[in-house]
């Protein structure tokens, strides 16, 4: 399918001597108008992708990291209504906060934020992250979609062990896609959805990437004739032969009713231009232009469709309110937009059938009857032994002074408030964390008793004291 982009860009991204010498080396092949080495967000310099998942029962969830070595420039911008987001604050630029060590896309909803404890002390481990005192803060901003019960059981989740392992996983080369990390669970507008990353070189080294995870309550699929949306950007056939559906074939599936009620898409964009926080801000907010000409409806209020913006460039950053670099920001904005949206087509023909969530290419086979699967990169399972091994590091803290004899760790901070190491069933995979139930005898039982004797005490002294007052 023809691109409207390669011979826009080819003629007219030409960026200013500022621009140049501050960018960071492009990582992938300098040919303007065309994807990356790898077409990935990878081929930006100094952005790796790691990525870890179960697709074994009762598990069909995951974790997607995308890391920055050096630290990035990092802004946000959210729009679905119903978002599952953490430190997002940091990242507005009337924050003191310079950017982010990593940014999580994850599965489990809210359950799953948690999975970003697990990154920040893998990252603490290597001393990454905002120097405080003696130590660091490594920042992490996250975002989750909505997965749980569709395909692995409502409680089987993400947890800190995860996050580290994808953060363990995360390297500059090659991006899986698919149902893989994040977007394991993932489906759209009645589809599998799933994971999908793109790039584009803009010449002169500066390279625009991104990465998503697709799982919306609209649909990737142009109702007219049932072609992927996402596909009137293609560059370089990088959809390898994807053609619009035979007629007879086209018959758009509808969503599920319990996929119209939580959902959301979620996205890295990048670029190796150097960017002040505002410029990343508005980057973010661009981009969300790329979901729109991709998925249709979006950014409902069942959606919490929320976009992360990177800089990786070092030297004077462009800036939003310096007219000389408004032609650089107009042409980096728009390239990830249009990345966004490649990507978004990336995760939806890659992604496979699981269960009753058919993929595009199995609801449309003739639009794929020439299409092979992308073979790039590695996503790996989550196992009992991985689990097991996180788990052992994530306990690795000073233990808390408490004067029990050695040996008894009831105190140390990785028992703290009922916690306990993960189940694993027998087949390899962790299963779900049971919740740690309180009663009468239990921490919160006996705080509820203390709290009502001291209560009913102060109540009695009131009475007496009144008593003794209106005697006088």
């Given at each position: 399918m023809k691109s409207r982009l390669a011979t826009l860009l080819t003629s007219t991204l030409v960026f200013s001597a500022s621009v140049l010498g501050a960018a960071t080396p492009a990582s992938a092949a300098d040919t303007p108008g065309q994807p990356g080495k790898y077409n990935a967000?990878?081929?930006?310099?100094?952005?790796?992708?790691?990525?870890?998942?179960?697709?074994?029962?009762?598990?069909?969830?995951?974790?997607?990291?995308?890391?920055?070595?050096?630290?990035?420039?990092?802004?946000?911008?959210?729009?679905?209504?119903?978002?599952?987001?953490?430190?997002?604050?940091?990242?507005?630029?009337?924050?003191?906060?310079?950017?982010?060590?990593?940014?999580?896309?994850?599965?489990?909803?809210?359950?799953?934020?948690?999975?970003?404890d697990g990154i920040i002390r893998w990252l603490e481990e290597r001393g990454q992250g905002i120097k405080v005192g003696t130590g660091v803060a490594p920042i992490v901003p996250a975002a989750d979609i909505f997965d749980l019960g569709r395909g692995g059981d409502f409680k089987a989740r993400t947890t800190p062990e995860w996050g580290y392992l994808a953060a363990d996983a995360a390297n500059p080369g090659p991006v899986a896609q698919g149902v893989v990390g994040g977007g394991t669970g993932a489906r759209v507008g009645g589809l599998k959805g799933g994971v999908g990353t793109a790039s584009v070189s803009l010449g002169n080294g500066i390279v625009v990437g991104a990465i998503v995870v697709v799982n919306a309550v609209g649909s990737p699929?142009?109702?007219?004739?049932?072609?992927?949306?996402?596909?009137?950007?293609?560059?370089?056939?990088?959809?390898?032969?994807?053609?619009?559906?035979?007629?007879?074939?086209?018959?758009?599936?509808?969503?599920?009713?319990?996929?119209?009620?939580?959902?959301?898409?979620?996205?890295?964009?990048?670029?190796?231009?150097?960017?002040?926080?505002?410029?990343?801000?508005?980057?973010?907010?661009?981009?969300?232009?790329?979901?729109?000409?991709?998925?249709?409806?979006?950014?409902?209020?069942?959606?919490?469709?929320?976009?992360?913006?990177?800089?990786?460039?070092?030297?004077?950053?462009?800036?939003?309110?310096?007219?000389?670099?408004?032609?650089?920001?107009?042409?980096?904005?728009?390239?990830?937009?249009?990345?966004?949206?490649?990507?978004?087509?990336?995760?939806?023909?890659?992604?496979?059938?699981?269960?009753?969530?058919?993929?595009?290419?199995?609801?449309?086979?003739?639009?794929?009857?020439?299409?092979?699967?992308?073979?790039?990169?590695?996503?790996?399972?989550?196992?009992?032994?991985?689990?097991?091994?996180?788990?052992?590091k994530l306990a690795n803290l000073p233990a808390l002074p408490s004067g029990k004899p050695a040996g008894d760790d009831r105190d140390h901070p990785a028992r703290l408030n009922g916690a306990a190491p993960a189940a694993t069933t027998s087949d390899g995979s962790a299963?779900?964390?049971?919740?740690?139930?309180?009663?009468?005898?239990?921490?919160?039982?006996?705080?509820?008793?203390?709290?009502?004797?001291?209560?009913?005490a102060g109540l009695v002294g009131a009475f007496l004291i009144r008593r003794r007052r209106a005697s006088r």
């Open positions: 967000i990878t081929d930006v310099a100094d952005i790796q992708v790691g990525q870890v998942q179960s697709t074994r029962a009762p598990y069909l969830t995951g974790t997607t990291v995308v890391y920055a070595p050096k630290m990035a420039v990092t802004a946000v911008d959210q729009r679905g209504g119903a978002p599952a987001t953490k430190e997002t604050d940091l990242l507005n630029p009337l924050n003191s906060n310079p950017g982010a060590n990593a940014v999580m896309l994850g599965g489990s909803s809210m359950y799953g934020l948690s999975a970003s699929v142009d109702p007219r004739d049932c072609s992927l949306l996402a596909a009137r950007f293609e560059l370089r056939n990088e959809f390898r032969g994807l053609k619009t559906p035979k007629a007879d074939e086209c018959r758009p599936p509808a969503a599920a009713a319990a996929e119209q009620s939580m959902n959301t898409t979620i996205a890295v964009v990048a670029t190796n231009a150097p960017l002040e926080k505002a410029a990343a801000a508005r980057m973010a907010s661009n981009s969300h232009d790329g979901m729109a000409r991709a998925i249709s409806p979006i950014h409902t209020l069942a959606d919490g469709d929320t976009v992360f913006a990177m800089s990786t460039g070092t030297g004077t950053p462009l800036r939003v309110n310096n007219p000389a670099d408004f032609g650089p920001l107009f042409q980096i904005y728009n390239a990830a937009a249009d990345t966004l949206s490649r990507a978004i087509g990336h995760a939806v023909l890659e992604a496979a059938t699981v269960e009753a969530s058919k993929s595009y290419c199995d609801r449309y086979p003739s639009a794929c009857a020439d299409v092979s699967k992308d073979k790039q990169g590695k996503a790996p399972e989550v196992t009992r032994e991985s689990v097991a091994d996180a788990a052992a299963t779900p964390v049971a919740f740690h139930k309180t009663g009468s005898s239990g921490s919160i039982g006996s705080g509820l008793l203390v709290a009502n004797g001291l209560l009913a």
